[in-house]
């Protein structure tokens, strides 16, 4: 059972295009964490949101938890051909650092 | 820095042979947890630990066995390999504070 549904899962824009990524569960999360994975690699962290309502904002990327900690959001301005890769959110039910990963986007930036 | 170290980084198997994926990591970090993924799925957690001595299924842990005899190491154990666990496999530990860090990631190829 996937606790946590990320949409879209593809999405291929042009470069300067912004774009909103969605993680979304019935469940609610201790924390929620955002990943970036590229081709061959393991996952690498982007972000931890452990606050409900909270906003964090590294360079481009804005990352939201919802007030309820049941979902996330990941936006993206003026997105970059580096930006390319796959996102992953994860979120911790139990506090017990047992961390259940979405369903991935796969994002795709064309110069 | 070694972080964490997965070998080996491909395996072609025959059905129903058995193997040992291995994992190790320097940071000594007490959680640990392997994951597979497939296309569309994201990364599902098979097993985990939060300890020397003590691990605990995750949400597909059908087929494999796990153990924790040192903080450091954490194999994951295929005892009769079948085509459904073609996959990547991924091995990542965190600290009680700290981001989790993954390793570079096992391709498996059952036949």
């Known amino acids: 059972t996937q606790l946590l549904e990320q949409s879209p899962q593809f999405l291929s824009i042009q470069e300067g295009e912004n774009l909103t990524v969605y993680c979304n569960s019935s469940?609610?999360?201790?924390?929620l964490q955002w990943y970036r994975q590229e081709p061959g690699e393991g996952p690498v962290l982007l972000v931890t949101v452990v606050t409900g309502g909270e906003v964090k904002k590294l360079k481009r990327l804005t990352f939201q938890f919802g007030d309820a900690r049941k979902d996330s959001s990941l936006h993206i301005t003026a997105a970059q051909t580096g930006d390319t890769g796959l996102y992953l959110c994860?979120?911790?039910?139990?506090?017990?650092?047992?961390?259940?990963f979405g369903t991935g986007t796969r994002l795709k930036v064309l110069a | 820095n070694a972080g964490v170290t997965q070998t080996p980084k491909f395996q072609v198997l025959k059905t129903g042979q058995s193997m040992t994926l291995q994992c190790a990591q320097d940071?000594?970090?007490?959680?640990m947890s392997w994951y597979r993924q497939d296309p569309g799925m994201g990364l599902r957690l098979i097993h985990y630990?939060?300890?020397?001595?003590?691990?605990d299924q995750g949400e597909v842990p059908n087929g494999y066995n796990v153990s924790r005899s040192t903080t450091e190491d954490f194999p994951l154990r295929l005892l009769s390999a079948a085509p459904s666990q073609t996959s990547v496999y991924f091995c990542a530990s965190r600290g009680m504070n700290t981001e989790a860090f993954f390793g570079q990631g096992t391709r498996l190829t059952v036949v």
């Open positions: 994860a979120g911790d039910t139990s506090g017990t650092y047992k961390y259940i």
């Open positions: 630990s939060v300890g020397a001595g003590i691990t």
């Open positions: 940071m000594n970090h007490e959680y």
């Open positions: 469940s609610v999360f201790s924390s």
